[in-house]
């Protein structure tokens, strides 16, 4: 093992994330850390790393990063466009890079984020036990905001040993976003009856206005039985808020401790994934299940990454001309 570092060359809403800030929610703290939490464990486990090593989160906005000294990388989640040094590579894919190496993630036709891990995690000072960037409060990660050009990540105990890009095997991570599984309540009963059914059948469409705070959605407002306001409680990720105006608002890794709208439903553990990765535009439909389906489908979703994920290697099918020009395409030629 030995020390590299990966240089930030630019990323909009790029930041570093583990597992989260938990414990201090009576402080007024939340969480933080991964809006795709199976993706974001996902790209760790590829490595060999603790499922909540501290790892690059990448949003729509793209990252590109150059590489000093070599070290190992997995990437996963959206559908994000990516480059190694010009050459086009699956979307979960990992691969020892070089030093000088330029990699570069771009948004994709689908999923709104994606994880960047490192082999041996990347090094930085925890607050309150985690480097879980929470940009609303300034704490966490790179002084608390966003990673920005001119930032280097330190990764003291790098690994170099995956060698040529690998295609991941990771069938639990194609996700539609059309049917989202809730477990209604906490405040169902704060709404006219036939609105519960309403919110269930009809479907919602994701709104540009979202980001790691909420996810707001665009339908037919629901209506409240006797008033919008409650006296304001806890908020876990994925409580879905009513507000006056009857359009369904999902809380998501930077929520609000608390809040005063009533919470028709809560998405359960295993679908606030499949909830993030949907671009504005999305329409989704949610469906009622139990506690104990809930429980299951977080089970099955863990018990996924107990096995070595499958790394298949990457096949170059097209060349580009600065991998062309690169090569010494006479070499054996005699007169």
């Not at 709104?112 to 309150?128: E, H, Q, R, S």
Request: net charge negative.
């Amino acid at each position: 093992m030995t020390a590299a570092r990966l240089k930030i060359l630019s990323g909009a809403g790029a930041t570093l994330q583990d597992a989260g800030r938990h414990g201090y929610m009576r402080y007024g703290v939340t969480p933080a850390g991964p809006m795709d939490p199976l993706a974001f464990a996902t790209a760790n486990r590829a490595l060999g790393n603790d499922l909540d090593a501290t790892a690059v989160e990448v949003s729509v906005g793209g990252l590109s990063v150059v590489t000093e000294g070599p070290l190992d990388v997995a990437i996963a989640g959206g559908g994000f466009r990516i480059e190694h040094d010009g050459r086009a590579l699956p979307s979960n894919v990992a691969l020892t890079l070089k030093p000088d190496s330029l990699l570069t993630l771009k948004a994709g036709a689908d999923g709104a984020w994606g994880y960047l891990a490192v082999g041996g995690g990347i090094d930085v000072a925890p607050t309150l036990g985690s480097a879980a960037t929470h940009t609303r409060s300034g704490f966490g990660g790179l002084d608390g905001r966003a990673l920005r050009a001119g930032d280097a990540l330190v990764v003291d105990a790098a690994r170099a040993t995956l060698g040529e890009p690998a295609a991941m095997t990771v069938p639990w991570l194609d996700r539609r976003p059309d049917r989202i599984r809730v477990v209604l309540g906490p405040q169902a009963d704060a709404f006219v009856p036939d609105e519960i059914e309403a919110f269930l059948n009809e479907g919602w469409t994701v709104t540009a206005r979202g980001d790691r705070m909420a996810c707001f959605l665009k339908g037919r407002p629901l209506r409240h039985a006797a008033g919008h306001d409650i006296v304001s409680d806890g908020i876990a990720m994925g409580a879905i808020q009513v507000p006056g105006d009857g359009l369904p608002i999902v809380l998501m890794a930077d929520r609000q401790p608390t809040g005063g709208y009533p919470k028709i439903a809560t998405v359960i553990g295993a679908d606030i994934g499949r909830l993030a990765q949907a671009q504005a535009g999305v329409m989704m439909r949610f469906a009622a299940v139990s506690i104990e389906e809930a429980v299951n489908a977080r089970r099955a979703e863990r018990a996924a990454l107990v096995p070595a994920i499958r790394l298949e290697p990457v096949v170059r099918t097209v060349f580009s001309s600065e991998f062309l020009l690169g090569l010494n395409l006479i070499d054996g030629v005699t007169a």
